[in-house]
């Protein structure tokens, strides 16, 4: 097995073809579109909030196998939180990236982003979709709050 191989486990493979969450919402109250210039990836969330949760979420996502798995991962588990929560997953997935911490328990799913660890060059690749939610829910809160005209 060489060194993508491992990379590139069947679960990573799974998700990214499940694509859960792909789409379009038609009453996002938030979104936002990143892209990752150095390897092409391109990541625009859409997020629908009540109450302060997520209530829906879609995802439109041109890339590598782990930034489509990322998203899928996000569109999977994302209904339901809030943006402290996405943060703390978000906080926590970076560390595991970074530092070998342990993986986020409430989503286990990402350890099958563990072997990504090894390659600091494709953190960002895992990072940009969830990133670009916290994007979406911080424009979302903006706007319901008053702080931005919605368009």
Not at 1 to 30: C, P, R, V, W
Not at 52 to 58: K, N, R, W
Request: aromatic letters at 4%; one cysteine or more; glycine letters at 8%.
């Amino acid at each position: 097995m060489n060194q993508s191989d491992s990379l590139y486990e069947d679960a990573i493979k799974q998700f990214a073809q499940a694509g859960h969450g792909h789409g379009q919402l038609a009453a996002a109250t938030g979104a936002a579109k990143l892209d990752n210039p150095l390897c092409g990836d391109r990541v625009r969330v859409q997020v629908a909030v009540a109450s302060d949760h997520i209530a829906a979420i879609a995802h439109d996502t041109k890339g590598c196998l782990l930034c489509r798995a990322a998203a899928a991962v996000i569109g999977l588990r994302a209904v339901g939180q809030d943006e402290l929560g996405i943060e703390a997953i978000t906080t926590g997935l970076e560390s595991m990236l970074k530092h070998g911490s342990p993986v986020p328990a409430a989503w286990p799913e990402l350890s099958m982003f563990e072997p990504a660890r090894a390659y600091p060059s494709r953190h960002r690749c895992v990072l940009l979709p969830f990133r670009a939610l916290l994007a979406a829910l911080q424009e979302s809160r903006r706007s319901q709050h008053g702080d931005i005209p919605v368009l």
